[in-house]
């Protein structure tokens, strides 16, 4: 009985353990050449998204035609500029959709440095599928480098899983 119970809780512990790099703390990077993107997909009848990150030290999540910016404010040169911003309305429009098809739109500001900033995008929900998206959830974004874990991994050794 007694060998039972501490299997069980040296189990449990390793468990335990093997979850601390999910809860550790971490540290986000800013955009770096290694970061170069240039992306676009097709989201509505004549509007594509695009999601670029340049070595000239441009980042900007954002529609077009005509352009509207995610939160309002991309990196150009790496300073931060403005550039008329993307709403509910402009995002229906671009997907040739009611607003009232769209929910839990979010977009992210640009606010930090090119150095810094670890994410610019947005997100939202359809009801219903449109001509060119499911219904569900989307997110169009770019990222810094992925996060480092400050933590170290622990993992059990293969005798004891």
Not at 96 to 110: D, F, K
Not at 113 to 125: D, K, V
Request: charged residues 10%; proline residues 5%; glycine residues 6%.
């Amino acid at each position: 009985m007694k060998r039972d119970i501490f299997s069980r809780a040296r189990a449990a512990l390793v468990a335990g353990l093997s979850a601390v790099p999910l809860m550790a703390p971490t540290i986000g990077h800013g955009f770096t050449d290694a970061d170069y993107v240039n992306d676009s997909e097709l989201i509505g009848p004549s509007c594509t998204v695009r999601m670029t990150v340049s070595a000239s030290q441009f980042a900007a999540v954002y529609i077009e035609w005509p352009q509207y910016v995610a939160g309002g404010m991309y990196y150009l040169s790496g300073n931060l500029t403005s550039w008329p911003t993307m709403t509910v309305s402009n995002l229906a429009t671009c997907l040739g959709t009611s607003e009232s098809n769209i929910s839990n739109y979010t977009a992210h500001v640009a606010d930090a440095t090119f150095a810094t900033e670890t994410y610019l995008g947005f997100s939202f929900s359809l009801a219903t599928p449109t001509t060119h998206l499911t219904a569900g959830h989307h997110e169009f974004s770019v990222n810094g480098h992925a996060m480092d874990v400050e933590a170290p991994v622990l993992t059990a050794p293969s005798a004891q899983t």
